[in-house]
């Protein structure tokens, strides 16, 4: 994993030095996390290839109904997962009050027997 955020730093850091990008990778990880007019420039002057990357992306921005769309259908994804986790903490839960209830049956079940003893020495 690479942090883009770092890695964001040190490229500005080393623009100071008027370095262009040196790897595809670095390229891709421009692509993905930066949208500043002069990194998209430099990602298309080094890596010619990205062109149509960036004019599909930005093409995507004016079909708002499929953004919308996609939209919905993350949130949907979204929301099944949090349903699921939530399911499971719930199960997770209830297997830890039943474990202490039943610890706690065997107490009071302990106690019962105990008093009993006590009742019948009497």
């Known amino acids: ?5 770092i890695f964001q730093e040190s490229l500005k850091n080393r623009r100071k030095g ?8 670095e390229a891709w990880l421009t692509f993905i996390g930066s949208d500043r007019p ?4 430099e990602v298309v002057r080094c890596y010619p290839e990205f062109r149509e990357l960036y ?3 930005f ?16 949130l949907s994804i979204l929301d099944a ?6 399911v499971e903490q719930q199960k ?29 020495k009497k």
Request: proline letters at 1%; hydrophobic letters at 35%; zero cysteines.
């Open 55 to 57: 004019q599909e992306v």
């Open 92 to 120: 997770k839960e209830i297997r830890k009050l039943t474990k202490a209830l039943e610890e706690e049956r065997r107490e009071v079940e302990r106690l019962h027997a105990l008093l009993e003893a006590m009742e019948t």
């Open 81 to 86: 997962n949090t349903v699921e986790y939530m």
């Open 38 to 41: 002069d990194d998209i420039l």
């Open 59 to 74: 093409e995507f921005r004016y079909q708002k109904r499929e953004l919308i769309e996609m939209y919905s259908k993350a």
């Open 18 to 25: 008027r370095k262009k990008l040196k790897t595809k990778l």
């Open 1 to 5: 994993m690479i942090p883009l955020d």
